[in-house]
Protein backbone atom coordinates (compact mmCIF):
# COMPACT_ATOMS: atom_id res chain seq x y z
CA UNK A 1 0.00 0.00 0.00
CA UNK A 2 1.67 3.04 -1.31
CA UNK A 3 0.84 6.65 -0.34
CA UNK A 4 2.01 8.56 -3.39
CA UNK A 5 1.24 12.20 -1.09
CA UNK A 6 -0.64 15.35 -2.43
CA UNK A 7 0.23 15.14 -6.27
CA UNK A 8 3.69 16.93 -6.91
CA UNK A 9 5.91 14.54 -7.66
CA UNK A 10 8.31 15.83 -5.75
CA UNK A 11 5.93 15.69 -2.62
CA UNK A 12 6.37 11.71 -2.72
CA UNK A 13 9.12 9.64 -1.17
CA UNK A 14 11.60 7.76 -2.92
CA UNK A 15 11.05 5.03 -1.41
CA UNK A 16 7.33 4.73 -2.55
CA UNK A 17 8.60 5.27 -6.30
CA UNK A 18 11.18 2.62 -6.02
CA UNK A 19 7.87 0.52 -4.65
CA UNK A 20 6.14 1.60 -7.66
CA UNK A 21 8.70 1.34 -10.20
CA UNK A 22 9.40 -2.76 -8.83
CA UNK A 23 5.66 -3.31 -9.07
CA UNK A 24 4.20 -5.66 -11.53
CA UNK A 25 0.54 -4.11 -11.18
CA UNK A 26 -0.27 -1.01 -9.71
CA UNK A 27 -3.96 -0.75 -9.08
CA UNK A 28 -5.67 2.57 -7.81
CA UNK A 29 -8.64 5.20 -8.86
CA UNK A 30 -7.50 6.09 -12.36
CA UNK A 31 -7.17 9.96 -11.07
CA UNK A 32 -4.42 8.72 -8.84
CA UNK A 33 -2.97 6.36 -11.81
CA UNK A 34 -3.34 9.67 -13.83
CA UNK A 35 -1.11 11.64 -11.02
CA UNK A 36 1.81 8.91 -11.61
CA UNK A 37 1.58 8.29 -14.98
CA UNK A 38 4.77 9.23 -16.04
CA UNK A 39 6.35 6.75 -13.49
CA UNK A 40 4.23 3.94 -14.86
CA UNK A 41 4.02 4.23 -18.39
CA UNK A 42 4.38 0.49 -19.30
CA UNK A 43 2.92 -1.02 -16.38
CA UNK A 44 -0.31 -2.97 -16.16
CA UNK A 45 -2.57 -1.26 -13.87
CA UNK A 46 -6.14 -2.06 -13.35
CA UNK A 47 -8.46 0.97 -11.70
CA UNK A 48 -12.23 1.22 -10.62
CA UNK A 49 -13.92 4.36 -9.89
CA UNK A 50 -14.88 5.87 -6.45
CA UNK A 51 -16.96 2.94 -4.08
CA UNK A 52 -15.51 0.62 -5.86
CA UNK A 53 -12.23 0.37 -3.15
CA UNK A 54 -13.31 -3.28 -2.14
CA UNK A 55 -13.41 -4.47 -5.87
CA UNK A 56 -9.65 -2.50 -5.80
CA UNK A 57 -8.21 -4.37 -2.72
CA UNK A 58 -9.39 -7.40 -3.62
CA UNK A 59 -7.73 -7.58 -6.95
CA UNK A 60 -4.69 -6.63 -5.79
CA UNK A 61 -4.88 -9.56 -2.93
CA UNK A 62 -5.58 -11.74 -5.24
CA UNK A 63 -2.59 -10.83 -7.61
CA UNK A 64 -0.12 -10.59 -5.16
CA UNK A 65 -1.35 -13.96 -4.31
CA UNK A 66 -0.67 -15.45 -7.45
CA UNK A 67 2.58 -14.03 -7.31
CA UNK A 68 2.78 -10.68 -8.53
CA UNK A 69 4.05 -7.54 -6.58
CA UNK A 70 1.48 -5.19 -6.81
CA UNK A 71 1.28 -1.53 -5.47
CA UNK A 72 -1.85 -0.46 -4.74
CA UNK A 73 -1.22 3.30 -4.69
CA UNK A 74 -3.82 6.39 -2.40
CA UNK A 75 -3.14 9.74 -2.55
CA UNK A 76 -1.85 11.55 0.64
CA UNK A 77 -0.82 9.11 2.95
CA UNK A 78 -2.77 4.96 2.40
CA UNK A 79 -3.49 4.81 6.46
CA UNK A 80 -5.29 8.48 6.29
CA UNK A 81 -8.34 7.92 5.00
CA UNK A 82 -6.35 5.33 2.39
CA UNK A 83 -6.38 2.13 1.31
CA UNK A 84 -4.17 0.57 3.90
CA UNK A 85 -6.76 -0.60 6.35
CA UNK A 86 -8.98 -2.12 3.71
CA UNK A 87 -6.52 -3.99 2.11
CA UNK A 88 -5.28 -5.60 5.40
CA UNK A 89 -8.90 -6.05 6.35
CA UNK A 90 -9.08 -7.73 3.16
CA UNK A 91 -5.70 -10.14 4.14
CA UNK A 92 -7.13 -10.43 7.41
CA UNK A 93 -9.96 -11.97 6.50
CA UNK A 94 -8.62 -14.46 3.08
CA UNK A 95 -5.27 -15.02 5.03
CA UNK A 96 -3.19 -15.50 1.55
CA UNK A 97 0.54 -16.26 1.60
CA UNK A 98 1.57 -12.55 1.19
CA UNK A 99 3.82 -10.21 2.13
CA UNK A 100 2.58 -7.13 3.04
CA UNK A 101 4.10 -3.28 3.48
CA UNK A 102 2.80 -0.20 3.86
CA UNK A 103 4.71 3.20 2.69
CA UNK A 104 3.88 6.28 4.16
CA UNK A 105 3.25 9.13 1.76
CA UNK A 106 2.51 13.19 2.77
CA UNK A 107 -1.22 13.57 3.64
CA UNK A 108 -3.28 16.28 2.20
CA UNK A 109 -4.20 17.81 5.69
CA UNK A 110 -0.31 18.43 6.31
CA UNK A 111 0.64 18.96 2.94
CA UNK A 112 -2.29 21.85 2.97
CA UNK A 113 -0.88 23.32 5.92
CA UNK A 114 2.27 23.47 5.02
CA UNK A 115 0.90 25.76 2.25
CA UNK A 116 -0.79 27.88 4.99
CA UNK A 117 1.63 27.99 7.21
CA UNK A 118 1.65 26.50 10.46
CA UNK A 119 -1.91 25.87 11.27
CA UNK A 120 -1.54 22.35 13.25
CA UNK A 121 1.20 23.58 15.58
CA UNK A 122 -0.36 22.17 18.54
CA UNK A 123 -3.22 19.45 19.43
CA UNK A 124 -5.48 18.97 16.43
CA UNK A 125 -7.99 16.63 14.70
CA UNK A 126 -8.65 15.17 11.40
CA UNK A 127 -12.42 14.78 11.02
CA UNK A 128 -13.95 13.73 7.28
CA UNK A 129 -17.33 15.14 6.52
CA UNK A 130 -18.57 12.35 4.16
CA UNK A 131 -20.88 10.16 6.02
CA UNK A 132 -21.42 7.15 3.33
CA UNK A 133 -19.45 4.81 5.69
CA UNK A 134 -20.03 7.05 9.16
CA UNK A 135 -23.07 8.14 10.66
CA UNK A 136 -23.95 11.50 10.86
CA UNK A 137 -24.43 10.75 14.66
CA UNK A 138 -21.51 10.24 15.33
CA UNK A 139 -19.49 13.02 12.56
CA UNK A 140 -21.39 15.56 14.72
CA UNK A 141 -20.37 14.20 18.04
CA UNK A 142 -16.83 14.52 17.17
CA UNK A 143 -17.22 17.97 15.38
CA UNK A 144 -19.17 19.09 19.00
CA UNK A 145 -16.36 17.57 20.93
CA UNK A 146 -13.75 18.93 19.18
CA UNK A 147 -14.64 22.31 18.91
CA UNK A 148 -15.29 22.65 22.71
CA UNK A 149 -12.00 21.23 23.37
CA UNK A 150 -10.22 23.97 21.31
CA UNK A 151 -8.58 21.90 19.22
CA UNK A 152 -7.53 22.94 15.94
CA UNK A 153 -9.77 20.34 13.05
CA UNK A 154 -8.91 19.84 9.66
CA UNK A 155 -11.93 18.76 7.74
CA UNK A 156 -11.15 16.29 4.96
CA UNK A 157 -14.52 15.57 2.44
CA UNK A 158 -15.99 18.55 3.38
CA UNK A 159 -18.59 19.04 0.70
CA UNK A 160 -19.66 17.33 -2.68
CA UNK A 161 -22.73 17.93 -4.97
CA UNK A 162 -25.11 15.78 -3.51
CA UNK A 163 -23.94 16.38 0.44
CA UNK A 164 -23.83 20.45 0.93
CA UNK A 165 -25.35 20.49 3.91
CA UNK A 166 -22.45 18.59 6.23
CA UNK A 167 -20.71 21.52 6.24
CA UNK A 168 -23.00 24.03 7.16
CA UNK A 169 -24.11 22.43 10.17
CA UNK A 170 -20.44 21.72 10.95
CA UNK A 171 -20.05 26.17 10.78
CA UNK A 172 -22.97 25.89 13.15
CA UNK A 173 -21.18 23.75 15.95
CA UNK A 174 -17.96 25.50 15.39
CA UNK A 175 -19.62 29.04 16.30
CA UNK A 176 -20.78 27.45 19.23
CA UNK A 177 -17.63 27.04 20.90
CA UNK A 178 -15.02 29.41 18.84
CA UNK A 179 -14.73 33.21 17.83
CA UNK A 180 -16.59 34.42 14.95
CA UNK A 181 -12.82 35.67 13.56
CA UNK A 182 -11.57 32.34 14.05
CA UNK A 183 -8.78 32.01 11.25
CA UNK A 184 -9.93 29.45 8.80
CA UNK A 185 -7.56 28.17 5.71
CA UNK A 186 -9.21 26.56 2.46
CA UNK A 187 -6.88 25.07 0.48
CA UNK A 188 -7.83 23.09 -2.87
CA UNK A 189 -5.84 21.12 -5.21
CA UNK A 190 -2.83 21.20 -2.62
CA UNK A 191 0.49 20.90 -4.78
CA UNK A 192 -1.75 20.54 -8.03
CA UNK A 193 -1.68 22.81 -11.10
CA UNK A 194 -4.65 24.31 -10.16
CA UNK A 195 -4.09 25.03 -6.35
CA UNK A 196 -5.88 27.93 -4.56
CA UNK A 197 -5.08 29.24 -1.19
CA UNK A 198 -7.85 31.04 0.83
CA UNK A 199 -7.34 32.53 4.69
CA UNK A 200 -10.47 33.56 6.12
CA UNK A 201 -12.39 33.62 9.22
CA UNK A 202 -14.89 30.81 10.73
CA UNK A 203 -17.90 33.58 10.05
CA UNK A 204 -16.96 34.13 6.40
CA UNK A 205 -15.91 30.64 4.86
CA UNK A 206 -19.33 29.94 3.34
CA UNK A 207 -19.04 32.65 1.03
CA UNK A 208 -15.40 30.96 -0.54
CA UNK A 209 -15.59 27.67 -3.34
CA UNK A 210 -15.29 24.36 -0.88
CA UNK A 211 -15.63 20.73 -2.85
CA UNK A 212 -14.74 17.28 -2.36
CA UNK A 213 -10.61 18.19 -3.78
CA UNK A 214 -10.73 20.89 -0.88
CA UNK A 215 -9.12 20.69 2.54
CA UNK A 216 -10.38 23.18 5.32
CA UNK A 217 -8.39 23.89 8.30
CA UNK A 218 -9.90 25.91 11.04
CA UNK A 219 -7.63 26.92 14.11
CA UNK A 220 -7.72 27.39 17.39
CA UNK A 221 -7.88 30.29 19.73
CA UNK A 222 -4.74 31.28 20.05
CA UNK A 223 -4.32 30.79 15.69
CA UNK A 224 -3.38 34.16 14.23
CA UNK A 225 -2.67 35.12 10.77
CA UNK A 226 0.88 37.26 9.87
CA UNK A 227 1.57 38.29 5.96
CA UNK A 228 -0.55 35.74 4.86
CA UNK A 229 0.08 32.98 6.77
CA UNK A 230 -1.75 30.79 9.47
CA UNK A 231 -0.28 29.91 12.94
CA UNK A 232 -1.07 28.45 15.57
CA UNK A 233 0.90 29.03 18.73
CA UNK A 234 2.93 26.33 20.47
CA UNK A 235 3.03 27.84 23.73
CA UNK A 236 6.67 29.51 24.00
CA UNK A 237 7.49 33.02 25.27
CA UNK A 238 8.49 34.77 21.99
CA UNK A 239 8.45 38.37 23.29
CA UNK A 240 10.02 36.92 26.53
CA UNK A 241 12.22 35.40 24.84
CA UNK A 242 12.15 32.13 26.51
Same mark, same amino acid.
Given at each position: ??????????????????????????????????????????????????????????????????????????????????????? &????? $???? #????? @? *?? /????????????????????????????????????????????????????????????????????????????????????????????????? &????? $???? #????? @? *?? /????????????????????????
Amino acid at each position: MVGIGPGRRDDMSMRAVSAIKSSDLVVGYKLYLDLIEDIIPEKATFSSGMRKEIDRARKAVEEAAAGKTVSIISSGDAGVYGMAGLV &LEVVS $ESKP #DVDVE @V *IP /GIPSSNASAALLGAPIMHDHVVISLSDLLTSWETIEKRLELAAEGDFVIAIYNPKSKSRDWQIKKAVEIFLKHKAPSTCVGIVRNATRDDENIIVTT &LDKML $EHDI #DMKTM @V *II /GNSTTFVFDGFMITRRGYDVAGGG
